[in-house]
């Protein structure tokens, strides 16, 4: 099945920097990857997503990469500010009815 | 907007009790996922039903079952319940197969003591 790996766990910035996370999978078949941001104690929320077709998508400071080959795919979050403080999911569906979660990646971001 | 509705959003249990979580997905949404969080862990993929059918099953323990009905709710059952099963229970719709947006509810906290 497939399996998603998410690093780095913690990563600490200063507003206005850029974070990047980074996660691989390992079903090729995968073909959807979203990424999620969860507050502490809310649920998980959809940020931004990108299908196997597309190799980049952007959506004003968000943007994700995703390389086929390599099974690689990342976020990036440039100008951060101090409400982008949160957990962050990325995730793969193999065009069935199971998302699976990387583990999670806690952004901090210092004013 | 409506949103996924789960209830109880919170639940106490003692050991080898039984809890009944349900999930009300968004109006036309045709899919249901169970996600188990527990603390500082990411959501663990428990099981999903399309049109009132198990479509995909994770990790979900054998004292586990779910269901969704005519109405596209969900209920998921737990019997025999662990102290390991204390956790943050997540139900997700989404329209058609699941290579789209999961609408996450607000979950459900259950307590095992």
């Known amino acids: 099945g497939e399996n998603v790996e998410q690093h780095p766990s913690t990563l600490s910035v200063q507003e206005g920097d850029s974070a990047v996370i980074k996660c691989t999978y390992s079903d090729s078949a995968s073909n959807y990857f979203p990424w999620y941001k969860q507050e502490l104690g809310k649920r998980p929320q959809l940020i931004i997503d990108?299908?196997?077709?597309?190799g980049e998508k952007k959506d004003q400071r968000i943007a994700v990469t995703l390389n086929k080959t390599a099974k690689h795919f990342s976020l990036h979050i440039t100008e951060t500010q101090p409400e982008d403080s949160a957990v962050y999911f990325c995730?793969?569906?193999?065009?069935?009815?199971?998302?699976?979660f990387g583990a999670g990646t806690r952004l901090f971001v210092k004013a | 907007a409506a949103g996924v509705i789960q209830s109880p959003r919170h639940l106490i249990k003692e050991k080898r009790e039984t809890a009944t979580l349900k999930c009300y997905p968004i109006?036309?949404?045709?899919?249901v996922y169970w996600y188990q969080q527990g603390p500082g862990q990411d959501p663990q993929f428990l099981i999903s039903?399309?049109?009132?059918?198990?479509?995909d099953k994770g990790s979900i323990p054998d004292r586990f079952s779910a269901q969704q009905f005519s109405d596209y709710h969900s209920e998921l059952n737990m019997s025999s319940l662990e102290l390991g099963d204390s956790a943050l229970y997540f139900c997700a719709s989404s329209f058609g197969q699941g290579t789209g947006e999961l609408f996450f509810g607000e979950g459900s906290r259950l307590t095992v003591l």
């Open positions: 990108i299908r196997s077709n597309v």
């Open positions: 995730a793969a569906n193999g065009g069935g009815f199971k998302t699976i």
């Open positions: 039903f399309y049109e009132k059918m198990q479509s």
């Open positions: 109006p036309r949404h045709d899919t």
